[in-house]
C-alpha cells in the first residue's frame, strides 16, 4: 500500500540554524500538508499545497517558513533561523481529495 | 477561533465493549470530519470521515455526526487492547482542505 515517507526521522539543529525536513507524497496525491505536533499538544495545521503554489497557510506559518516542490516527488519543509519553540514532530501529509494520509514524522530538536 | 473540543480521558473500557468518543466543533461552516488514531510517538492514522448527517461505518467503527447540535461521535465495536490510543477528532471548514483537530482523546482497552 502508498505511503508517505519523511526524512529524517529526528533532526538535532542549534538554534538559528536553517534545516530542511523532506517529504515524498503518495504518488498520484494532488494536495500537499504540513502540520506540526509539539510533545503533549494537538496536530496544528501549517500550510497546504496545490497546483504548486500555497492554497492555505495558518497564523504559525510565518517569514521563517517555507515549502518547496522541487521536482515531481519530493514536498519540503524549510525553517530558515530555527528557535527553541520550533521543536516539535513535523508530519507531511498528502491526499487525492479530503482524506489526508500523514507520515511518520520528523521530530525536530532545536537546542 | 474555530475550536474542536474533545474530552481528554482517559476512557477505559473492557475488551469486548463498545467504546464511545465524543467532539465537537464551533464552527458552523465546517463540511468534513474525521476520525484518526494515533499511537504514542506515532503519527496520525485515518479511521474514517463523515459529511452527511447521521450514521457510517466501517467495519467494527461507526462515526456520527449531528450538524444541528455541531456533534460528531465514534463508536468502536467489540473494542481490543490493540485500539488503546489517542483518538482525534478533525474537521475542515468550508474555507479549504485544513484539518483543524481536537487535543484528542486517551482510550484504553483492558483484557
Known amino acids: 500500500e502508498p505511503e508517505v515517507t519523511q526524512t529524517p526521522s529526528h533532526q538535532v539543529t542549534q538554534m538559528g540554524q536553517e534545516v530542511i525536513l523532506h517529504c515524498v507524497p503518495i504518488?498520484?496525491?494532488?494536495?500537499f500538508y504540513w502540520y506540526r505536533q509539539i510533545l503533549g499538544q494537538k496536530v496544528e495545521f501549517l500550510v497546504s499545497?496545490?497546483?504548486?503554489?500555497?492554497?492555505?497557510k495558518s497564523e504559525i506559518f510565518d517569514d521563517q517558513f517555507s515549502v518547496e516542490r522541487p521536482d515531481g516527488s519530493n514536498f519540503t519543509l524549510k525553517i530558515r533561523s530555527t528557535k527553541l519553540e520550533d521543536s516539535a514532530m513535523y508530519f507531511c501529509?498528502?491526499?487525492?481529495?479530503?482524506?489526508?494520509?500523514f507520515g511518520p514524522g520528523t521530530r525536530l530538536t532545536v537546542l | 477561533q474555530k475550536e474542536v473540543e474533545q474530552n481528554s480521558g482517559p476512557l477505559s473500557v473492557p475488551e469486548g465493549a463498545i467504546a464511545s468518543l465524543n467532539c465537537t466543533y464551533s464552527?458552523?461552516?465546517?463540511?468534513?470530519f474525521f476520525w484518526y488514531r494515533q499511537y504514542s510517538g506515532k503519527s496520525p492514522e485515518l479511521i474514517m470521515f463523515?459529511?452527511?448527517?447521521g450514521d457510517k461505518e466501517d467495519g467494527r467503527f461507526t462515526a456520527q455526526l449531528n450538524k444541528a447540535s455541531q456533534y460528531v461521535s465514534l463508536l468502536i465495536r467489540d473494542s481490543q487492547p490493540s485500539d488503546s490510543a489517542t483518538y482525534l477528532c478533525?474537521?475542515?471548514?468550508?474555507?479549504?482542505?485544513?484539518?483543524?483537530f481536537g487535543k484528542g482523546t486517551s482510550l484504553l482497552v483492558t483484557p
Open positions: 501529509a498528502s491526499s487525492y481529495d479530503i482524506e489526508q494520509f
Open positions: 504518488s498520484n496525491h494532488l494536495y
Open positions: 499545497f496545490y497546483n504548486n503554489e500555497i492554497s492555505e
Open positions: 464552527d458552523r461552516g465546517s463540511q468534513s
Open positions: 463523515i459529511y452527511s448527517n
Open positions: 478533525a474537521v475542515i471548514s468550508n474555507s479549504g482542505y485544513a484539518l483543524n
